[in-house]
C-alpha cells in the first residue's frame, strides 16, 4: 500500500508561511519509520513547504492544489495529523480528495481527532479510518488490514466505516515505551537542501500536570516518559553525522521533571558541544540545574506561566509559584541561557487585576534582560478534552477573529463550517468572559505589534516615554478603539506619543519608524519577479508593496543593531549624521524576511522618484547621459531583489 501522510498547516503570529516552521513533523516520520519496515511504501507532503517554494497560494485555491499535489502520487490512502488550529483545513482538503478520487482511502490521527473522535466520524464522512492516541504500533497492522481487506476490529485504537455505520474497535492503543521507538525517518524531508542548521527532535512525551485550560496530557496520557539519555545523544550524532547539525530544538512540553533523567542527558551530551533548548516548568529548575544544562549546551528554555496572577494560576490548576519567576530567569541570564516566558490572557474568570498581574509579569520579564527574554502573550484557545471546556463548553461564542495559533478562513463558506460546529471547532471560538472579549483582543493584538521592536527598543520607547509595559499597552490601545486595532493603526498612536514628548524624540521616533517598516514589509507579501526587457522597458514600474525609503538620515540599521545588541547606553548614540539613504523591503521568496538594502544617493534618488509609478525611460532622462547606463543597471537588479516592481 502506498500512502502519503500530509503535515500540519502552521503559520506564524502574524498569519503567514514562515520558515521557522520548515521541519518535518516528528509524528509522522516516527510512523514513517514504522513503516519503512514493513511493504508498505510511505511519502511526507508539507503543505507550508509548497508554499515556501512558490508552490501554492494563501488563498481559496490552496485546498484544491493541496488535494491535486497528493493525488499525482497516486496513493492508496492519505493520512492527516490534525491540531484544532487547523483541523477545518484537513476537513476542505479532504472533501478536495474524495471529490477528484473517491476510492482513496483517507486516515486521520493526532489530537484534535483523538479527542473528538465520535463527533468528527459522525460529521465528516470523508474520513475513513481514525487513529486514536500514539499510533506507532497500530499504523503497519492497519495498513496490512486495509491492503488485504480483512476486518478492522481487532485493531486497537481506531474507529472506522462498514457501509453507512461508524464502528469502533474495543480496545485502545498502548502508550509507547519512547525508548523502543526506532529513529525517526528525518531523511523523508529535505534537511539538506533547505540549509537547515538547526533541528527539532523528539526527547518525550506526557505529562503529569493537571492545567484545566491545556489538552496534552488527555493525548499523550499522564505517564510522563524522557528517553534514556544514550539513545537521546545517539539520535543527536546521527543528526550531526547525517546533515551537520550542531543545534537542537528538544521536543517535550516538560522536560525537566524528572531531574535525574536531565542530568544524565547533561552528562551524556556534554563531551559533544552541541547546543541545545527545550521546555520547562518554573518550579522544575533550579540555580544547580540551570547551571549544569548551560555547562551541557542549553542555550535556550520555553516556560509556560500562562498568568501572573496567583489566584487564577490556582483556579486554572497551573499552581505556579509566580515569586521563583524573577530569580529564575536571573539564573539563565546569569548561566547565558535564553529564555522565552509564555502567557495566556482571556480566562473565563479572568479580572482586570489578574490582567494587570499577567502585564507586570511581563514587564518583570522585559526588564531583568531585554536581550536574552521573548515575551509571548496568546488569546486563551478552547481546547477539547479539557476541564475548562467542559465547564464552558454550553458557552462558546463565535466572532470569526484569527488568534496567533488558529489557520485563516479562506474560502466563504468556512466561517458557516466553524460556526456551525462548536463542538469540533471550538478553538475558533472563545469563552464568555468577565472583561469585555474586546479588551483581550486588543490587548493581545497590540502587544503582538510591539513585540516586533524588540525587547531592547521596547524597553528604550518606555523608559523614554516614562510608562510601564501595561500603560503604554493600553494608551495605545486606547488611541485605537474607535478605529480598529491595526499595526497601522497601533504604529501610528506610538508615533504620536513619541512626538509628543519633543525633547530627544528623533532616535527613538526614527527607530520605532524603521521597526514599522519591517513589519509593513512582512505584511506586503512577495513582490512579483518581472524582469524589465532589454534597452529599456516600456512598462511601469514603482517601488514594491510595503516597502520604505529612508532618505538622508543617520544610520539607522546600525543603531538598531546596537540597541538590540546593548551595545552602550541607547541615549548616547548620535543622530547627527544625515549620510544614509536605505530601503526596507521584502525580498521575491516566498515566505522571505523583511530586509534593509543601504543604497546609494543615485539609486536614493531613483527609489524617491519611483514612490509614483513611472516609466524606466522618464527615470533614466533625470540622469546624464554617462550615467544612464548605471541607473539601467541599478532599475533592473532593484527589480530583481523585490525592491521595485513593474506595476502596469
Keep these: 500500500m502506498k500512502i502519503v501522510f500530509v503535515q500540519n498547516f502552521l503559520l506564524d503570529n502574524g498569519g503567514s508561511p514562515s520558515d521557522d516552521n520548515l521541519y518535518p513533523h516528528l509524528g509522522l516520520i516516527s510512523l514513517i519509520a514504522e513503516i519503512e519496515k514493513s511493504r508498505h511504501v510511505s511519502f511526507l507532503y508539507d503543505p507550508m513547504l509548497q508554499l515556501h517554494k512558490g508552490y501554492l497560494a494563501l488563498d481559496s485555491s490552496i485546498y484544491a492544489d493541496v488535494a491535486v499535489q497528493l493525488l499525482e502520487k497516486e496513493p492508496t490512502a492519505v493520512g492527516f495529523t490534525a491540531l484544532g488550529c487547523n483541523f477545518v483545513a484537513v476537513v476542505k482538503i479532504a472533501q478536495e480528495i474524495k471529490q477528484r478520487r473517491p476510492e482513496t482511502l483517507i486516515l486521520l490521527g493526532g489530537p484534535h481527532p483523538?479527542?473528538?473522535?465520535?463527533?468528527?466520524?459522525?460529521?465528516?464522512?470523508?474520513?475513513?479510518?481514525?487513529?486514536?492516541?500514539?499510533?506507532?504500533?497500530?499504523?503497519?497492522?492497519?495498513?496490512?488490514?486495509l491492503e488485504s481487506g480483512r476486518d478492522l476490529s481487532a485493531i486497537p485504537g481506531i474507529s472506522y466505516r462498514e457501509g453507512p455505520h461508524v464502528c469502533r474497535s474495543t480496545s485502545e492503543g498502548g502508550v509507547m515505551d519512547v525508548d523502543r521507538l526506532p529513529m525517526a525517518a528525518f531523511h523523508f524531508y529535505p534537511?539538506?537542501?533547505?540549509?537547515?542548521?538547526?533541528?527539532?527532535?523528539?526527547?518525550?512525551?506526557?505529562?503529569?500536570?493537571?492545567?484545566?485550560?491545556?489538552?496534552?496530557?488527555?493525548?499523550?496520557?499522564?505517564?510522563?516518559?524522557?528517553?534514556?539519555?544514550?539513545k537521546l545523544v545517539n539520535e543527536l550524532k546521527f543528526l550531526k553525522s547525517d546533515y551537520s547539525i550542531t543545534d537542537f530544538s528538544l521536543q517535550h512540553d516538560l522536560f525537566t521533571v524528572n531531574r535525574r533523567k536531565v542530568l544524565e542527558f547533561c552528562e551524556e551530551v556534554r563531551p559533544c558541544s552541541f547546543s541545545w533548548t527545550c521546555s520547562a516548568r518554573i518550579d522544575c529548575v533550579d540555580s544547580e540545574l540551570l547551571r549544569e544544562m548551560a555547562r551541557s549546551g542549553c542555550r535556550g528554555i520555553y516556560f509556560g506561566i500562562e498568568t501572573g496572577s496567583s489566584s487564577l494560576q490556582e483556579l486554572v490548576k497551573k499552581r505556579l509559584d509566580i515569586s521563583l519567576l524573577q530569580p529564575t530567569l536571573r539564573?539563565?541570564?546569569?548561566?547565558?541561557?535564553?529564555?522565552?516566558?509564555s502567557f495566556i490572557t482571556a480566562f473565563p474568570s479572568e479580572t482586570s487585576s489578574d490582567l494587570k498581574a499577567t502585564l507586570d509579569c511581563l514587564d518583570s520579564c522585559l526588564r531583568i534582560s531585554p536581550t536574552t527574554t521573548s515575551l509571548q502573550l496568546h488569546l486563551l484557545t478552547p481546547e477539547p478534552g479539557t476541564a475548562l471546556y467542559e465547564e464552558n463548553k454550553n458557552q462558546l461564542l463565535y466572532d470569526g477573529h484569527i488568534s496567533d495559533f488558529n489557520f485563516p478562513t479562506l474560502s466563504e463558506d468556512e466561517s458557516a463550517l466553524l460556526r456551525g460546529n462548536p463542538d469540533i471547532f471550538m478553538n475558533h471560538h472563545f469563552y464568555r468572559t468577565k472583561l469585555p472579549r474586546e479588551t483581550?483582543?486588543?490587548?493581545?493584538?497590540?502587544?503582538?505589534?510591539?513585540?516586533?521592536l524588540g525587547g531592547p527598543l521596547l524597553q528604550a520607547v518606555m523608559e523614554y516615554l516614562e510608562m510601564t509595559f501595561s500603560s503604554l499597552l493600553f494608551t495605545i490601545l486606547s488611541r485605537c478603539e474607535k478605529n480598529g486595532v491595526t499595526y497601522q493603526r497601533a504604529f501610528g498612536e506610538l508615533l504620536l506619543l513619541i512626538k509628543e514628548r519633543r525633547a530627544g524624540c528623533r532616535l527613538i521616533r526614527r527607530l520605532v519608524d524603521y521597526a514599522f517598516a519591517h513589519l509593513r514589509a512582512r505584511h506586503s507579501g512577495s513582490a512579483i519577479n518581472v524582469k524589465p526587457a532589454p534597452n529599456g522597458s516600456k512598462g511601469v514600474i514603482c517601488i514594491a508593496r510595503g516597502a520604505t525609503l529612508f532618505r538622508n538620515a543617520f544610520d539607522i540599521p546600525s543603531a538598531f543593531d546596537r540597541i538590540q545588541n546593548r551595545v552602550g547606553a541607547w541615549r548616547t548614540i548620535s543622530t547627527r549624521s544625515t549620510a544614509h539613504n536605505f530601503v526596507v523591503y521584502r525580498g521575491q521568496a516566498a515566505g522571505c524576511e523583511s530586509k534593509a538594502l543601504q543604497v546609494g544617493?543615485?539609486?536614493?534618488?531613483?527609489?524617491?522618484?519611483?514612490?509614483?509609478?513611472?516609466?524606466?525611460?522618464?527615470?533614466?532622462?533625470?540622469?546624464?547621459?554617462?550615467?544612464?547606463?548605471?541607473?539601467?543597471?541599478?532599475?533592473?537588479?532593484?527589480?530583481?531583489?523585490?525592491?521595485?516592481?513593474?506595476?502596469?
Design 601 to 648: 544617493d543615485n539609486i536614493g534618488i531613483i527609489l524617491e522618484l519611483l514612490t509614483k509609478p513611472r516609466r524606466k525611460k522618464w527615470i533614466l532622462r533625470k540622469f546624464p547621459a554617462a550615467a544612464a547606463e548605471a541607473a539601467s543597471n541599478a532599475i533592473d537588479d532593484l527589480l530583481e531583489r523585490g525592491v521595485l516592481r513593474v506595476c502596469a
Design 440 to 452: 483581550f483582543v486588543g490587548v493581545t493584538t497590540v502587544f503582538a505589534y510591539l513585540g516586533v
Design 114 to 145: 483523538t479527542v473528538l473522535e465520535s463527533a468528527i466520524m459522525d460529521r465528516f464522512t470523508d474520513f475513513d479510518v481514525l487513529v486514536r492516541g500514539e499510533a506507532e504500533e497500530t499504523i503497519v497492522p492497519l495498513l496490512d488490514a
Design 191 to 230: 534537511i539538506s537542501e533547505l540549509g537547515r542548521r538547526s533541528m527539532r527532535i523528539e526527547a518525550g512525551r506526557g505529562c503529569p500536570f493537571h492545567c484545566t485550560f491545556c489538552s496534552t496530557a488527555t493525548f499523550f496520557g499522564r505517564k510522563y516518559r524522557v528517553k534514556q539519555a544514550t
Design 331 to 341: 539564573y539563565a541570564k546569569e548561566f547565558g541561557i535564553n529564555v522565552t516566558t
